[in-house]
């Protein structure tokens, strides 16, 4: 059984940090690429970064800009999504999820190609 389990999420000030994990188990963890997802009340998932399975590329959400930084750690089938100078708009429900990479270079940021997600963490950012 898959299961995706991210932690880290919380209350942070503007401007301030989260590292958000997500611990993968039940897949062969090195063979899929990871995304990042948020999901605001009344408004669509939408991508917010990944990585290929290797680690060797990353991929961002427009409205990143810098902030955040998504890297993995294989042998410990664990992904991370490190947040800086958050603002109240970042506030969300943050999802990973994991999509089958036939290749190292394969990445997909469409929530519709992913095969397994976790439950969410939520972020809330004051202001």
């Known amino acids: 059984q898959v299961q995706l389990v991210e932690s880290g999420g919380g209350l942070v000030q503007a401007g301030g940090s989260l590292r958000l994990s997500c611990a993968a188990s039940g897949l062969t963890f090195s063979m899929y690429s990871m995304g990042w997802f948020r999901q605001a009340p009344g408004k669509e998932r939408e991508f917010v970064g990944g990585?290929?399975?290797?680690?060797?590329?990353?991929y961002y959400g427009d409205f990143v800009e810098g902030r955040f930084t998504v890297s993995r750690d294989n042998p410990k089938k664990t992904v991370y999504l490190q947040m800086s100078s958050l603002k109240p708009e970042d506030t969300a429900v943050y999802y990973c999820?994991?999509?089958?990479?036939?290749?190292?270079?394969?990445?997909?940021?469409?929530?519709?190609?992913?095969?397994?997600w976790g439950q969410g963490t939520q972020v809330t950012v004051s202001s």
């Open positions: 990585i290929t399975r290797g680690g060797g590329r990353t």
């Open positions: 999820a994991a999509d089958y990479s036939s290749t190292t270079a394969y990445f997909r940021p469409r929530s519709a190609d992913y095969d397994y």
